[in-house]
């Protein structure tokens, strides 16, 4: 930040204003602030800490000294009291507040007040030898607020040759307005010092060797300072921005736990809309598995039925060819059978046959005279064996014929049955026969033998 930019202001009287307005040409310049309290609130330092500017805090209260560490990690953090004598001071310490002081007195005022006051053993340190330690560098202002032991911190400064260009010390007793710094004019007045400006609280003493800054203390702050004010200094004067501010940050407050509130529903209804996501998930992830296993077995159905359609066409197509070749190898045998010589010669016998059936169904439907004059003539062969045996001779040339008439011809009420249908008589002497008749069985023997090498064959 540059010495242009406006000043902001955190210091409880608007020291660092005055401060600021002298030094403010000044490129990272170095102070030393003894009694500096807390890091933001009430501080002369940060707002020149936020310049750029370096230094030293001279802090004995635990509490400050840890804040003070823990904000300024890159400056020095004396945990001690500034006094006369080395070693160890007792040191009432009034928790979180700026009112810890080494003074007894005061402490015992504070008790009364009602302040809980509580009395610890803390290091000390000279001034003189504090200043020595920075003795190669310019100390550009020096601030001692040690609530009433101003006196004794300025004593302890010694034959110490060092000079900080300007002194800022608190002259009123604490919580007071007297005036309490005639103690310490003479021997500040010795090491070149004189009193500069006054602001009711403190002193600002500026060093002989730099007059050029003196008219920079002519008149308190100002509308012309640039400086910007932030809203955390304990000064009643800024009560009315400290309580807007403090409201402020009362309803951020309120507002961020009521947003914190918000986030925990939302976070909450997350993790519920999270679980309930991934349950579906879970359950799509099932439906999927589930709907790939039936995708799988609806593809091995239809491979099953394609390769069942496959065979059944090559079945058919095998059954097909079988009867084809079946049918083929019939009409083959039906030609063969019809162009064979026992189909030619057999002709006349079958001509025969179909005579023959027609003849006995006509007879089963003769009226019952001609049925008599039938019974007549059958009884006329049956009393002539010689004619009954040629008869049967030719008949039995027609396939069947032979033993329906035989048994037509054998048949007497009371007698037994005819030989059964198909049973061959015993060979008969053909030679009463006519030659035509002889002829025509030797054409059947021939051709019953043609056909039986044929079979064999």
């Known amino acids: 930040m540059t010495s242009d930019s406006p000043l902001t202001s955190y210091a409880q009287n608007f020291e660092d204003v005055l401060l600021w307005r002298a030094l403010q040409k000044v490129e990272a310049g170095f102070y030393i602030d003894i ?45 001690a009291a500034i006094a006369g004598d080395g070693g160890l001071l007792t040191f009432f310490e009034i928790a979180e507040t700026g009112l810890s002081t080494a003074d007894r007195a005061n402490a015992e ?19 003189g030898s504090l200043l020595e330690r920075y003795a190669d560098r310019a100390i550009h202002w020096l601030k001692i607020d040690v609530e009433g ?28 307005q007297i005036d309490s710094g005639h103690g310490w004019e003479a021997p500040l007045s010795a090491r070149g010092y004189r009193s500069v400006y006054f602001d009711g609280l403190n002193r600002f003493y500026l060093h002989e060797s730099h007059p050029e800054l003196a008219a920079f203390f002519q008149s308190g702050p100002n509308c012309f300072d640039n400086v910007v004010l932030s809203g955390t200094s304990t000064s009643r004067m800024c009560r009315l921005l ?17 947003g914190e509130a918000r986030l925990q529903e939302i976070q909450a209804l997350l993790d519920k809309t999270r679980q309930e996501l991934a349950a579906r998930h879970r359950d799509l992830t099932h439906f999927k598995g589930e709907a790939q296993i039936f995708r799988d077995r609806l593809d091995d159905l239809y491979k099953t039925y394609i390769s069942d ?25 039906r030609d063969r059978l019809l162009a064979s010589f026992s189909w030619r ?59 329906r008439v035989r048994k037509v011809i054998d048949h007497r009420p009371g007698q037994m049955a005819a030989a059964p249908l198909g049973t061959r008589l015993p060979p008969l002497d053909l030679t009463a026969l006519p030659a035509t008749a002889r002829r025509l069985q030797t054409r059947l023997l021939l051709a019953q033998d043609e056909e039986q090498r044929r079979t064999a064959s």
Not at 363 to 385: D, H, I, K, S
């Open 309 to 333: 359609q496959q065979a059944a066409v090559m079945e058919r197509d095998l059954l097909h060819q079988t009867l084809s070749a079946a049918l083929h190898q019939a009409q083959q045998e």
């Open 109 to 127: 005022t504070h008790r009364r007040a009602g302040f809980d006051v509580r009395e610890t053993m803390v290091p000390t340190a000279r001034l």
């Open 242 to 258: 400290t309580d807007r501010i403090g409201a402020i940050r009362h309803q951020l407050k309120e507002t961020e736990q009521a």
């Open 35 to 79: 009694g500096a309290q807390d890091p933001v609130e009430d501080s002369v330092s940060l707002g020149f800490y936020e310049k750029g500017w370096r230094g030293v805090h001279v802090e004995p209260t635990q509490h400050y000294a840890d804040r003070l560490r823990a904000a300024r990690p890159d400056e020095t953090v004396l945990q």
């Open 345 to 403: 010669v057999t002709r006349p016998v079958r001509f025969l046959s179909r005579l023959a059936r027609r003849g006995i169904r006509g007879l089963a439907r003769l009226p019952t005279a001609p049925r008599r004059l039938m019974a007549r003539g059958l009884g006329f062969v049956r009393a002539r064996p010689a004619l009954k045996r040629r008869m049967i001779v030719i008949i039995d040339l027609v396939p069947g014929l032979g033993a």
């Open 149 to 176: 032991l101003e006196g004794e911190v300025i004593e302890s400064w010694g034959d110490c040759q060092v000079r900080p260009w300007l002194l800022v010390i608190e002259s009123t007793l604490p919580g007071t």
